[in-house]
């Protein structure tokens, strides 16, 4: 287990992201208060250990933003978790 430096909600209020500082977004999801942690969804590619780089979520929830030690943004799909864009 990693230490999780910043989190966001989705907005549909059912998952919760956390940067974690094993370089990746771990998800939970949020049933009645219970979180559970979702392993199918994996956003990783970028490098945050050590840093307390944020992570959020597009107005509509299609896309997950994580930052990175270098400064740059990784985009990610939410449905697919694959890297959309790096900025």
Not at 19 to 39: L, P, T
Not at 57 to 82: A, H, M, V
Request: proline share 1%; glycine share 10%.
């Amino acid at each position: 287990m990693h230490t999780i430096t910043a989190t966001a909600m989705h907005p549909s209020g059912e998952f919760y992201a956390g940067q974690s500082a094993d370089n990746q977004v771990v998800i939970y999801e949020n049933k009645g208060g219970n979180f559970r942690r979702i392993r199918a969804k994996k956003f990783d590619n970028h490098y945050c250990a050590g840093y307390a780089c944020a992570v959020d979520f597009s107005y509509d929830g299609q896309f997950l933003l994580s930052g990175d030690e270098r400064g740059r943004i990784y985009c990610y799909d939410w449905k697919t978790s694959k890297a959309y864009r790096v900025l």
